[in-house]
């Protein structure tokens, strides 16, 4: 009996004027964090990019990309790891969809989830002509609140009222330690300066590039967490407000003032775990194992912004997930 015949997936990727003039190789590093210099050339030895429009297959790392230059990257499909495909309609109307996102599900493709995303559910679910776009993000592993306005209109007034900070946004987090006072942590962030991990985000002074990031974090309730059974560690539960918007914000403010989010592999742990992932082909739960928790511990319970319509404050919630009100209620 012969076997089915492999699977492909095509990763559409267009230049932004910011990459003008990056090196072919270059390029889709920055585009798809998570790959190695290895990895890309690999990419490109086997004849997996392309141009969109005709066709012809890049195999030349230095060449130089050039701004509104679509490539597609043709890979096999990868195994999927297992994820939610579901969320819970919080509110609908003509101009706003509002969802509670299960923790684990993507909100978009990358090298590890292509068809197990958020953007793929909501197609399965409301159709691929649904005409919701999402305006912000989460992190996979983040549960929570997330709106989406109309591709052709009201999508662009909530974009704007998330980069003009006119969304107040709370999140409860469960952390390693016992904090006790309020605190205001004004620290801005970039790309982690020494990391071997893409990703990463740590301190970066705004004189080197860093963006202006501010924090504010007060405790609710404390409590113990014992991951795999062994001794058991404090908690806190806290209320954290970000001011503003960088990708990770929450996660390395707490962690630099030795407060990591309970079950982040990123930020709470040597460099070195996460590092045997990225290159040594260890797998992701397994730091979940090592941690006592396959998510981490952070939540977007609540939203309140501007209607895109009537310009009247909503506001919207998302219930403690039951897995960390195992850990610790609020």
């Not at 982690?192 to 202006?212: D, H, N, Q, T, Y």
């Not at 040594?280 to 090592?290: F, I, M, Y």
């Not at 209607?307 to 997930?321: D, K």
Request: proline share 7%.
């Amino acid at each position: 009996m012969s076997e089915p015949p492999e699977e492909f997936i095509e990763i559409p990727l267009v230049v932004d004027p910011a990459r003008h003039g990056f090196r072919l190789d270059r390029f889709l590093s920055s585009r798809i964090a998570r790959l190695s210099r290895t990895r890309v050339q690999a990419i490109l030895d086997n004849g997996q990019v392309r141009r969109a429009d005709t066709g012809e297959v890049l195999l030349r790392a230095s060449q130089r990309v050039r701004a509104g230059e679509a490539l597609v990257i043709r890979r096999p499909a990868p195994r999927e790891p297992e994820v939610v495909l579901d969320y819970r309609e919080i509110y609908r109307d003509e101009a706003l969809l509002v969802l509670d996102k299960p923790a684990g599900l993507p909100v978009h493709p990358s090298a590890s989830y292509h068809r197990h995303t958020l953007t793929q559910v909501l197609r399965d679910r409301l159709g691929p002509g649904h005409g919701w776009d999402m305006a912000h993000r989460l992190d996979r592993e983040t549960s929570g609140v997330m709106v989406f306005g109309r591709r052709a209109g009201s999508a662009t007034a909530l974009k704007k009222s998330f980069l003009g900070r006119a969304v107040r946004k709370t999140y409860l987090a469960l952390v390693h330690g016992c904090l006790e006072e309020h605190v205001r942590i004004d620290m801005s962030l970039g790309f982690a300066i020494g990391s071997k991990i893409r990703i990463k985000i740590g301190p970066v002074p705004v004189e080197a590039g860093g963006l202006p990031a501010v924090t504010t974090v007060r405790p609710l309730r404390h409590g113990e967490f014992s991951p795999n059974n062994s001794n058991k560690g404090p908690v806190t539960l806290v209320e954290a407000l970000p001011e503003t918007g960088r990708q990770h914000q929450i996660r390395v403010h707490l962690a630099e003032i030795g407060h990591a989010v309970v079950g982040d592999k990123l930020y709470g742990l040597p460099e070195e775990e996460f590092l045997k992932v990225v290159e040594g082909g260890r797998k992701l739960h397994e730091l979940g194992a090592q941690l006592g928790l396959q998510r981490h511990a952070l939540h977007a319970a609540a939203l309140a912004l501007p209607h895109p319509i009537t310009g009247a404050e909503v506001q919207f919630t998302a219930p403690w997930p039951a897995e960390l009100a195992a850990i610790l209620a609020p």
